[in-house]
């Protein structure tokens, strides 16, 4: 077991925290110079369980790391395909919206390509514990790793996503037999894929879609039904007008609304970004649908409006209660598989909840700059990023936003750190 000490240390090296290490580089070199970014897997991949072979990025390539902050950045995208060879074969694709795996290897080219913030892979953070001095002063942090290293720091960025939301309901079967979206890739190989298996997939947005079109790939004698509570598939909300309420400076009218508009304006961007689903995906559904209705297969089934009001096992089944919402009728489906399309627990992940708990915080709350309030007097900062929807608004957690918000991240620690007294820059940061 080994203790090292970083000035900046960033847990997870997804788009939030490159976004990030890329402005350190280009607007606080020296900090830069002492900041790490760790990484629990082994590569960067981008929504590495729905990284799908045809799957779209539903963003614009110009809202990549740093092209909304600074144009000439060496970090674009179009830098990348253009240190691809691909600029031209990009072009002449004619389209403004990426493959997701095209994205993915970007954001490994940008790992790649950092000159003084570090990367390392394999580094899974276990535990956050604040450190402490006179008064309870928060100078500090020491963040434990799954092989039992640990790491001090003055600034801390944590930008791991939030949990994956898997219904009460399921929590009883076999994990075996349960797969979440984020999962989907690296489980479904493990499924033999000549059996005629009965899949029930669980959703009636993007993800849940892109998973009933993966389960007729990758298990082609499948039997799959979509399970949803909404009365049928919608097209993402994507209006110009709305999509004004993914811009960077929106940022600052959603955190200074009230309550009530707040509520307001996340109830109307849901089918913005998670009650529908891309146009071409729509499509492309639906007429699966409509050659199996056609042919009269009977293959592909889809039941809307129904809530699964249980689930449990009866021999190799699962059996699920569907509650229809209309006649409030219930009956049972059989199933081999479950796939969740359900999103992620809106709650603020596992990790914040128990450092939270251990700094004594009743509730988490963030200033405009990401920076979590302690509640005491502190030489030290924690930050948080995709995880502020309540309070930054629906884009928080997309890539609309990551170039802006780097830049206020990195800023609003360079004040912090120029308001320390100059005897106190260097914090204790002894092993726990």
Same mark, same amino acid.
């Given at each position: 077991?080994?203790?090292?000490?970083?000035?900046?240390?960033?847990?997870?090296?997804?788009? %939030?925290?490159?976004?990030?290490?890329?402005?350190?580089?280009?607007?606080?070199?020296?900090?830069?110079?002492?900041?790490? #970014?760790?990484?629990?897997?082994?590569?960067?991949?981008?929504?590495?369980?729905?990284?799908?072979?045809?799957?779209?990025?539903?963003?614009?390539?110009?809202?990549?790391?740093?092209?909304?902050?600074?144009?000439?950045?060496?970090?674009?995208?179009?830098?990348?395909?253009?240190?691809?060879?691909?600029?031209?074969?990009? #072009?002449?694709?004619?389209?403004?919206?990426?493959?997701?795996?095209?994205?993915?290897?970007?954001?490994?080219?940008?790992?790649?390509?950092?000159?003084?913030?570090?990367?390392?892979? +394999?580094?899974?953070?276990?535990?956050?514990?604040?450190?402490?001095?006179?008064?309870?002063?928060?100078?500090?942090?020491?963040?434990?790793?799954?092989?039992?290293?640990?790491?001090?720091?003055?600034?801390?960025?944590?930008? /791991?996503?939030?949990?994956?939301? #898997?219904?009460?309901?399921?929590?009883?079967?076999?994990?075996?037999?349960?797969?979440?979206?984020?999962?989907?890739?690296?489980?479904?190989?493990?499924?033999?894929?000549?059996?005629?298996?009965?899949?029930?997939?669980? *959703?009636?947005?993007?993800?849940?879609?892109?998973?009933? *079109?993966?389960?007729?790939?990758?298990?082609?004698?499948?039997?799959?039904?979509?399970?949803?509570?909404?009365?049928?598939?919608?097209?993402?909300?994507?209006?110009?007008?709305?999509?004004?309420?993914?811009?960077?400076?929106?940022?600052?009218?959603?955190?200074?609304?009230?309550?009530?508009?707040?509520?307001?304006?996340?109830?109307?961007?849901?089918?913005?970004?998670?009650? +529908?689903?891309?146009?071409?995906?729509? =499509?492309?559904?639906?007429?699966?649908?409509?050659? =199996?209705?056609?042919?009269?297969?009977?293959?592909?089934?889809?039941?809307?409006?129904?809530?699964?009001?249980?689930?449990?096992?009866?021999?190799?089944?699962?059996?699920?209660?569907?509650?229809?919402?209309?006649?409030?009728?219930?009956?049972?489906?059989?199933?081999?598989?479950?796939?969740?399309?359900?999103?992620?627990?809106?709650?603020?992940?596992?990790?914040?909840?128990?450092?939270?708990?251990?700094?004594?915080?009743?509730?988490?709350?963030?200033?405009?700059?990401?920076?979590?309030?302690?509640?005491?007097?502190?030489?030290? %900062?924690?930050?948080?990023? *995709?995880?502020?929807?309540?309070?930054? *608004?629906? /884009?928080?957690?997309?890539?609309?936003?990551?170039?802006?918000?780097?830049?206020?991240?990195?800023? =609003?620690?360079?004040?912090?750190?120029?308001?320390?007294?100059?005897?106190?820059?260097?914090?204790?940061?002894?092993?726990?």
């Amino acid at each position: 077991m080994a203790h090292r000490t970083v000035e900046l240390l960033a847990v997870g090296a997804g788009p %939030a925290n490159l976004a990030l290490a890329v402005a350190l580089e280009e607007l606080a070199p020296e900090l830069a110079g002492r900041s790490l #970014v760790v990484e629990r897997e082994d590569n960067v991949v981008w929504q590495r369980g729905m990284l799908l072979p045809d799957a779209l990025s539903q963003v614009s390539f110009l809202k990549d790391l740093v092209t909304m902050r600074n144009p000439r950045s060496e970090f674009s995208f179009l830098s990348f395909l253009h240190a691809r060879g691909r600029l031209d074969a990009f #072009v002449n694709l004619g389209s403004f919206v990426p493959y997701r795996s095209e994205i993915s290897e970007y954001l490994q080219w940008v790992a790649d390509s950092l000159e003084r913030v570090k990367v390392e892979y +394999g580094r899974e953070v276990t535990s956050v514990t604040p450190v402490t001095g006179v008064d309870a002063e928060v100078t500090g942090w020491t963040v434990g790793l799954a092989n039992g290293d640990t790491i001090g720091c003055r600034y801390l960025v944590i930008g /791991a996503g939030r949990d994956a939301h #898997v219904p009460a309901v399921f929590e009883g079967l076999p994990a075996e037999r349960v797969i979440h979206s984020t999962e989907y890739n690296q489980r479904i190989g493990t499924l033999p894929a000549d059996r005629p298996l009965r899949v029930a997939v669980v *959703g009636g947005a993007q993800s849940a879609a892109e998973l009933f *079109g993966a389960a007729l790939r990758d298990l082609p004698d499948c039997r799959p039904t979509m399970i949803m509570r909404s009365i049928g598939l919608n097209g993402y909300e994507s209006s110009k007008f709305t999509n004004e309420l993914f811009y960077s400076s929106f940022v600052d009218e959603f955190y200074d609304a009230g309550p009530e508009a707040r509520r307001q304006l996340l109830a109307e961007m849901h089918r913005a970004n998670y009650g +529908g689903l891309a146009p071409a995906t729509l =499509d492309s559904l639906y007429r699966q649908f409509y050659q =199996d209705r056609r042919e009269g297969v009977g293959r592909l089934g889809m039941v809307t409006m129904t809530d699964i009001t249980g689930a449990a096992t009866d021999g190799d089944d699962i059996v699920l209660s569907l509650t229809d919402r209309r006649s409030g009728t219930t009956r049972e489906l059989r199933t081999d598989l479950l796939l969740l399309g359900t999103g992620f627990d809106p709650a603020m992940p596992r990790m914040v909840r128990a450092l939270g708990e251990a700094l004594g915080l009743d509730r988490i709350d963030v200033t405009r700059n990401y920076r979590v309030e302690l509640g005491r007097p502190a030489t030290a %900062a924690l930050y948080l990023q *995709g995880v502020n929807e309540a309070t930054h *608004g629906i /884009a928080d957690s997309l890539l609309s936003v990551l170039a802006a918000r780097s830049a206020e991240i990195t800023e =609003d620690i360079l004040k912090h750190g120029a308001e320390q007294p100059s005897g106190d820059r260097e914090p204790a940061l002894a092993a726990a």
